[in-house]
């Protein structure tokens, strides 16, 4: 039950609350932002994208931890999505200081995040784990071409972009280390392909 109770505040605060970090968002010193027009929309719409990303990181990772019935492997989840939660509010912030506004689409979002972490962890913790190093590692490919595509004079998002890169990595290392089964390609196919229209459509709505 408390888990279940745990689940819920997780969504409600998600998609509701002002989300708070627990470290210190990046920044590049002296380096300051200055955008045209054109610029800050194209990095509203790339980080409105990463933002749902970190929207569905919570759902997924409240899922995985509801679904284990191995209290380590719940810890490490819950640990996992607190991380991910500094994620969750430097891109909200990051939004805001850009004039964008996060997907009008969050609780969708968060609804089909939360049925596939359910679904992975009815599988087994193993697949479960699997679940999360594919989803880490197309998380972080998925940043890198975003480090590519913003402007180069906001420092600040990509600043942002870079650390968090380097986080999904960990994660999807820490998971492995775990005793994470690999994926099957047609999983690894479908996953890629609900990614695409997901930010598809995030970079828009």
Same mark, same amino acid.
């Given at each position: 039950?408390?888990?279940?109770l745990?689940?819920t505040d997780?969504?409600?605060?998600t998609?509701?609350a002002?989300?708070?970090? *627990?470290?210190a968002?990046?920044t590049?010193?002296?380096?300051?932002?200055e955008?045209? #027009?054109?610029?800050r929309?194209?990095a509203?719409a790339?980080m409105?994208?990463n933002?749902?990303g970190?929207?569905?990181a919570?759902?997924?990772y409240?899922?995985q931890?509801l *679904? #284990?019935?191995?209290?380590?492997?719940?810890q $490490?989840?819950v !640990? @996992?999505?607190?991380?991910?939660?500094? $994620?969750?509010?430097? #891109?909200? !912030?990051?939004?805001d200081?850009?004039?964008?506004?996060?997907s009008?689409?969050?609780?969708l979002?968060y609804?089909?995040?939360f049925?596939?972490g359910?679904? @992975?962890?009815?599988l087994?913790?193993r697949?479960?784990l699997?679940?999360?190093?594919e989803?880490?590692r197309?998380v972080?490919a $998925?940043?890198?071409?975003?480090? !590519?595509?913003?402007?180069e004079?906001d420092?600040?998002s990509r600043?942002?972009v870079?650390?968090?890169?380097?986080?999904?990595?960990? $994660?999807?290392q820490?998971?492995?280390?775990?005793g994470?089964?690999?994926?099957?390609?047609?999983?690894?196919?479908?996953?890629?392909?609900? @990614?695409?229209?997901m #930010?598809?459509?995030a970079?828009?709505?």
């Amino acid at each position: 039950m408390d888990v279940l109770l745990n689940a819920t505040d997780n969504a409600l605060r998600t998609l509701f609350a002002k989300p708070r970090a *627990s470290r210190a968002c990046p920044t590049l010193a002296g380096q300051g932002t200055e955008l045209t #027009t054109q610029d800050r929309a194209l990095a509203g719409a790339l980080m409105r994208v990463n933002h749902v990303g970190e929207v569905c990181a919570q759902a997924l990772y409240a899922a995985q931890a509801l *679904s #284990t019935r191995d209290p380590a492997l719940r810890q $490490h989840f819950v !640990e @996992a999505s607190q991380e991910e939660g500094d $994620h969750l509010a430097w #891109t909200r !912030e990051r939004l805001d200081e850009l004039g964008a506004r996060p997907s009008l689409l969050n609780p969708l979002w968060y609804a089909g995040a939360f049925g596939l972490g359910l679904l @992975a962890g009815r599988l087994g913790d193993r697949l479960s784990l699997g679940f999360v190093v594919e989803t880490e590692r197309q998380v972080e490919a $998925h940043l890198a071409s975003h480090l !590519e595509r913003l402007p180069e004079g906001d420092h600040a998002s990509r600043a942002i972009v870079a650390q968090m890169k380097d986080d999904e990595a960990r $994660h999807a290392q820490e998971a492995q280390n775990a005793g994470a089964l690999p994926m099957p390609e047609p999983v690894k196919v479908l996953m890629r392909a609900s @990614a695409k229209v997901m #930010t598809t459509t995030a970079h828009y709505i």
